[in-house]
């Protein structure tokens, strides 16, 4: 279990605009307790192989150490904070998740256990390592403007990630999504 905190900036996203000062709590509807079909077998998976202790997912605010990469997690943009968690932040690399999800239809029980366990120990993946982060509450401690291209206006000065293929597929695949339920 990786734990990481001192001087950390995290971010959350959100389909609602959220008050500055307010109090995050697990969601009780949608992200991980609602998934129905395969997401169901990978989050069943999870949750058979989380260590005693850990906070569950369905028990979490999901945070993100950048905010670009709030969509690869799965959580959305319309609205990105800066938040403060309260109490214990678990981290563990996201990549783990993303291999259930590709090889959902054809993945032994041996395999969804390691990567499962893969995931809570937070052992990095392949490439660039995408962290997710994890605490029981969070606080809202202020929203992130949007540049006029549409990306986020940091004060923190840091490089870019690059964009893996699996980045874009990913990209790719929601805006044919969200054209085809636009239909």
């Given amino acids: 279990m990786l734990q990481e905190r001192a001087g950390q900036t995290l ?3 959100s389909v609602d605009q959220l008050g500055t000062g307010m109090i995050l709590e697990p969601q009780t509807q ?3 307790r609602t998934v129905k079909g395969e997401r169901q077998g990978i989050e069943r998976a999870l949750e058979e192989h989380r260590p005693d202790g850990m906070i569950p997912r369905d028990e979490a605010v999901f945070m993100a150490d950048d905010p670009e990469m709030i969509p690869t997690l799965g959580g959305d943009i319309n609205y990105v904070y800066i938040v403060e968690p309260i109490g214990p932040v ?3 690399e996201a990549h783990w998740i993303s291999n ?3 090889r959902m239809f054809d ?3 041996e395999q969804a256990a390691e990567w499962s366990e893969n995931y ?3 052992v990095p993946g392949y490439g660039e390592p995408t962290w997710e982060y994890r605490a029981r509450q969070a606080k809202v401690v202020r929203e992130v403007p949007r540049t006029k291209y549409g990306g986020f206006k940091l004060t923190e000065a840091r490089a870019p990630k690059p964009l893996t293929l699996w980045h874009i597929s990913n ?3 929601r ?3 969200s054209k085809m339920g636009a239909q």
Wanted: hydrophobic share 30%; aromatic share 30%.
């Fill in 30 to 32: 949608g992200y991980t």
């Fill in 100 to 102: 259930m999800y590709f």
């Fill in 107 to 109: 993945m032994s029980d």
């Fill in 11 to 13: 971010y959350h996203g």
């Fill in 175 to 177: 805006k044919f999504k």
């Fill in 90 to 92: 678990e981290k563990s």
């Fill in 120 to 122: 809570w120990e937070g």
């Fill in 171 to 173: 990209a790719r695949f």
